[in-house]
């Protein structure tokens, strides 16, 4: 027997039998930690964020468990680039809108996420994303704009979604309805540099990105929270998934001079192609922070021909998925 399976528990998930690190977080806690033990940790800058956040007990696909999900020590990449609207349409559900820049100019993401410390244990996470205007009435497309590209309040429909472990995996794609799978993963930041690379089937590259970290500002913990919405169907309904980011130092930079994304072959790099990206026009990383995944809920979403109808009548400018 590896040392690798030792190390290993196997849990249920939905009656799904997944490995997880043995004595990790979820392992030990099941989702419902000891914050004081957390904020132990050297790698944890504080928990205050958490304790105004009470989980709750929910029904899920994959079981009952508690709400939200906490990441403890974050760390996020996003590359954002200009796509003609007609290319994001033809990836969207009718449904759904792509938020624009300019009348046929919608924002498109390459997305990185290392979770230290996190309830389900470490892992590493990427995405190809679409902002998209948020399944509701009675707002300005504008502030929708302004309000994606500061990362306080995003709507998006994510194409790919890879990750490094297995309950990841599971959870993300039965529990969250979100296109994931496991694949090879890496994903490092710091104050200086920013790497990552997602492995294809063969080993390969699918997606790679190396950059010069953004300079980095610090925020006392809850002065910045951001809230990200995505949108998935979960057995043909459509929900949504609020996640709430705590900044703790991040940096932004719309010169991406520095900024080498390496399209390969995969999964991610065929979707990433049929958005028919332009350019980038703006670089993000947050070296630190903390993070709150909700489960999704039912969502009203306008059906597609109404969708359609409101998006011919727009005439100015305005502010899921293959799963496995």
Not at 273 to 290: C, N, Y
Request: a positive charge.
């Amino acid at each position: 027997m590896s040392s690798t399976q030792q190390d290993t528990v196997k849990v249920d998930l939905g009656g799904r039998a997944v490995t997880v690190p043995k004595g990790g977080l979820y392992d030990r806690y099941r989702m419902a930690p000891d914050l004081d033990a957390i904020a132990r940790d050297p790698r944890v800058s504080g928990v205050d964020f958490f304790r105004r956040l009470p989980k709750t007990k929910v029904d899920s696909p994959i079981g009952a468990t508690l709400t939200p999900n906490f990441y403890y020590a974050v760390s996020t990449a996003r590359l954002t680039m200009l796509a003609p609207s007609r290319a994001i349409r033809g990836r969207l559900p009718g449904e759904l809108a792509p938020l624009e820049v300019a009348p046929g100019l919608g924002l498109v993401s390459v997305m990185f996420f290392r979770y230290e410390v996190c309830d389900i244990d470490f892992y590493t996470e990427a995405a190809v994303g679409i902002a998209v205007k948020p399944a509701r009435h009675g707002r300005l497309g504008f502030v929708d704009l302004v309000a994606a590209l500061k990362n306080e309040h995003l709507a998006s429909y994510v194409l790919s979604l890879p990750v490094s472990t297995e309950i990841a995996q599971v959870r993300g794609h039965d529990g969250y309805g979100f296109p994931k799978w496991v694949t090879g993963l890496d994903v490092d930041i710091d104050a200086h540099r920013t790497t990552a690379r997602v492995a294809n089937d063969a080993g390969g590259v699918d997606l790679a990105l190396t950059a010069s970290t953004p300079r980095q500002r610090a925020h006392p913990s809850g002065e910045r929270v951001g809230s990200l919405t995505s949108y998935t169907t979960i057995d043909g309904a459509w929900h949504s998934t609020l996640s709430q980011t705590n900044v703790l130092s991040a940096g932004t930079t719309r010169s991406t001079r520095g900024v080498a994304l390496q399209v390969g072959e995969g999964r991610m790099a065929d979707d990433l192609r049929s958005l028919r990206p332009k350019r980038a026009i703006q670089f993000d990383v947050m070296t630190e922070g903390q993070l709150a995944l909700h489960m999704p809920v039912p969502t009203s979403v306008p059906s597609a021909s109404s969708a359609l109808s409101a998006s011919s009548a727009l005439s100015a400018p305005s502010a899921q998925s293959r799963n496995k």
